[in-house]
Structures are given as structure tokens and as C-alpha cells.
């Protein structure tokens, strides 16, 4: 607020005071925020390419126009089964990047399921789970992708189309709803990384990294895989795995192309100071996947090309992610000695446009180790980095009721671009995550 051209003595105290708060709130972001880096420059909003037909906004989410999201699994299709038994799962929210940002935006809550109560050997396919059927409140002391819910009569209502689809999860009236935190006493043996001397002392891994869906790594180095899905009917030709590598590590094997030095991993490690670095997955010698040979398979740089013998056109995103998932499990499963996705610190989606994405661009599992891209999305790299600000805790940064209205953060929505925006976490974020 500046001061009148001409001010009385009220307006002059009134001045004073003001410039008093001002400069006081300015030494207080000072402290808070010693991590945050100030914008080098701010690029042309991105616009996918022209060629690009993104799905509709709006589709069975109650509204037309793009105004709210449909649901993020094939259960509430008109062709689904549905039975009954008990559930345990691992809970979890995750947060939407909308493409429209006026669109209205609403957070889901999802269950990763014992493979246990699936029969499957797979990792848990993931549900969504029906708040309504619920108590109020009952969500609010949930510390998710920390806690296990099991319910004792539960309708589990599955789309029709292909196996481990997922589908929605709700309560049955009068059955027993019980949260209890993960038991990190519990060890399973999986496969993946290499301890720190060098020995494969990683077998063993506590209980919440085997149930598909861990905490995110937040300091040193995270083992990053990226599901490249490669479905029957559609394909992802926004980026070969190659460049898609080089978009998110900076890791460039083409001679035709230069190496990206504005990626994911070089902006996470500028904005944490070095504390935590992106590693790709099988990449390096420290982990027990090292090398990857398999030559029936693509797997580039961290990036898994995951063959699905489906059609994914118009069938839910959350649906196709757990295709992938399972299909990229089995793939591991077959190395010797058998990988488990789960060992991998985080797991990074990328899934054609042809699915449908309900209006989103992107989402990420907030305090859990997945995000998942639309494919014209996914070499975006401010982008990249909301979403693994999810991963790492972080909620949006919004102002005014708006959810993405903090323009200063990276978990807002600043001017998104290949290699931009050249910003990081404001001063409250860089505080939550230490």
C-alpha cells in the first residue's frame, strides 16, 4: 500500500505502521526461508503441443465443462462386479495437478490392498475408497501412507476390464473401520538395493516398504524408476525413454541431442542445497539390479518401457496405473534375483493421453513414493518437481481460496516449462521440509 500524495498526521502514522509490518513480515520470511531461491527467470506459460488432444474436463464428475474430476478408477463404470469380504489396506491421498485451473479440484483418497486379501502375488492394486461410507471425521487422525485400515464387511465394486484394475472400496453400514500405524517391526524379504558396504543387506526391508506404496525418500539419494506404459491402442510419443531420461536426470545417451542441464534431478538438488539427489533406478553399481539385462524388455536410464496387452482409451487413469504397476512388477520379478518395485524409492508414472485423466495434468501421492504424468505432461520439469514435492509431504500453495494461487512456488502454479521455472519451495515449505 503506498501513502496519500499529501498526508495528514493520521495518514503519516498510519504509513509508519504499515511500513513497520511490512519490513517485520519481510525478516520473518527472511529466517524461515534460507533454502528458497529467488526466480532467475520466469518462461511463457506452458501450452502442450497444438497436435494434442487432451481428454474431456468433465465426464461423469457431475458437471460439464471441466469443473470437477471423475473418479480416478474404472469401478463406477457401467460395467463393474462387486462383492463383499474384508479389507486391510495402506491409506493414502493424493493431490491432482489440474490442467484448468479454474477447474474445481478434489483430492483423493485411495487404499492400497494386501496382496494377501486379492490372492494375487502382485504388489497391492490400488482403490479408491468411498468417504461417504465412513463415519465423519473418521479421516482426520489418518497419517497417510502410515496407516493401515482394516474393514470387517467392505463392497468392493471392480471394473469389468482387464485384471488389477482396481476399483472403489466402501464400507458395508454397521461393519467395524479400525486405523492402526504400519508395524515397522515386521521384515519381508524383497529385492532391490544394495546396502551401503556394498552387500546385498537390503533384502530384508521394514513393513510399509513392502505393502507397493512407501514413504518418499526426502534427504540423500532416492532410486527413481519411471513406468513407461505401452499400451495396445495408444502410445506415448511425446518423448522416447531416452529423452525422458534426460528430461528428469539429465542422463543423455543420444548423440543427436544435447544433455538437459535444467532437469528434475539438478533443480531438486539445487533447491535441497544437495541433500537429496535423484538416482535412476538400476542405474548404478550400489544397487542389486545392477546391470539390467533383459533384452526383451526397453530399460533405459531408470526408465522402464511396461508393454500392457490393453486398451487404455477412455478407461481411467488409476485404472491404467495399476495395469502398469502389476505388468512392471512381473517384469522385475523375472530378473535374478527378483526385484520388487516397492525396494525403489520412488516410482514416477507416465501414461498416455488417450486415458482418461479427468481434467488432470498429473497427480502424486502426498507422503507416498508415486506420481503419475499425462504423457504431454511429463517432460515438464517445474512440473515434475510439484509433483515429487508431493511425495517429499507438500500440499499446494494456494492464496485466497484459490488452491494454486501462490505464483512464488513451486507448489503453486508458477509459469511452467520444459526447464523452468528457475524457483523452489517458499519459505513455508522449505520450513516443513526441514
Request: hydrophobic letters at 35%; charged letters at 15%; one cysteine or more.
Amino acid at each position: 500500500m503506498g501513502c496519500p500524495p499529501k498526508p495528514n498526521n493520521h495518514h503519516v502514522l498510519t504509513c509508519m505502521m504499515l511500513f513497520l509490518i511490512e519490513a517485520s513480515s519481510l525478516a520473518v520470511l527472511a529466517l524461515v526461508a534460507p533454502f528458497n531461491f529467488v526466480t532467475l527467470a520466469q518462461p511463457a506459460s506452458f501450452s502442450p503441443p497444438s497436435s494434442v488432444v487432451h481428454p474431456s474436463l468433465g465426464n461423469r464428475g457431475g458437471s460439464t465443462g471441466g469443473k470437477k474430476q471423475r473418479g480416478a478408477f474404472d469401478g463406477d463404470g457401467a460395467t463393474f462386479t462387486e462383492v463383499e469380504g474384508p479389507v486391510k489396506c495402506v491409506v493414502h491421498f493424493i493431490e491432482p495437478y489440474m490442467i484448468d485451473p479454474n477447474a474445481e479440484e478434489t483430492s483423493i483418497k485411495v487404499c492400497v490392498v494386501d496382496p494377501e486379501y486379492e490372492g494375487a502375488s502382485i504388489s497391492g492394486t490400488t482403490y479408491e475408497l468411498d468417504e461417504s461410507s465412513f463415519p465423519y471425521n473418521f479421516f482426520d487422525d489418518v497419517e497417510y501412507s502410515s496407516t493401515v485400515l482394516t474393514i470387517s464387511t467392505a463392497s468392493i465394486r471392480k471394473s469389468t476390464v482387464g485384471r488389477n484394475g482396481g476399483g472403489i472400496i466402501s464400507r458395508k453400514k454397521g461393519a467395524t473401520a479400525t486405523k492402526e500405524r504400519l508395524d515397522r517391526s515386521k521384515r519381508v524379504v524383497v529385492g532391490g538395493l544394495r546396502g551401503s558396504n556394498g552387500n546385498d543387506d537390503n533384502h530384508e526391508m521394514p513393513f510399509e516398504r513392502s505393502r507397493g506404496r512407501r514413504l518418499a525418500q526426502t534427504m540423500g539419494k532416492s532410486f527413481l524408476i519411471v513406468l513407461y506404459a505401452m499400451p495396445l491402442d495408444a502410445s506415448n510419443t511425446h518423448r522416447t525413454s531416452v529423452q525422458l531420461a534426460n528430461d528428469i536426470f539429465g542422463i543423455n545417451d543420444s548423440v543427436s541431442e544435447p544433455q538437459d542441464l535444467v532437469n528434475a534431478r539438478s533443480q531438486v538438488l539445487r533447491c535441497s542445497r544437495g541433500q537429496l539427489n535423484y538416482v535412476p533406478a538400476c542405474g548404478t553399481a550400489e544397487q542389486m539390479c545392477y546391470p539390467f539385462v533383459n533384452q526383451s524388455v526397453s530399460f533405459v536410464n531408470g526408465v522402464l518401457q511396461v508393454p500392457i496387452n490393453y486398451n487404455i482409451t477412455g478407461i481411467a487413469w488409476g485404472t491404467v496405473m495399476n495395469w502398469v504397476e502389476a505388468e512392471a512388477q512381473k517384469i522385475l520379478q523375472a530378473q535374478t534375483p527378483p526385484i520388487n518395485i516397492s525396494s525403489f524409492n520412488q516410482i514416477m508414472h507416465v501414461i498416455p493421453d488417450a486415458a482418461d485423466w479427468g481434467g488432470m495434468a498429473a497427480a502424486a501421492y502426498v507422503g507416498g513414493q508415486t506420481s503419475v504424468f499425462s504423457s504431454s505432461y511429463a517432460f515438464v520439469m517445474g512440473l515434475q518437481v510439484h509433483e515429487f514435492g508431493h511425495n517429499i509431504g507438500l500440499r499446494h500453495s494456494g492464496y485466497n481460496g484459490n488452491s494454486y494461487a501462490d505464483h512464488s512456488d513451486l507448489m503453486g502454479n508458477p509459469s511452467y516449462g520444459d526447464d523452468g521455472p528457475a524457483i523452489c519451495f517458499n519459505g513455508a515449505k522449505s520450513w516443513e521440509t526441514g
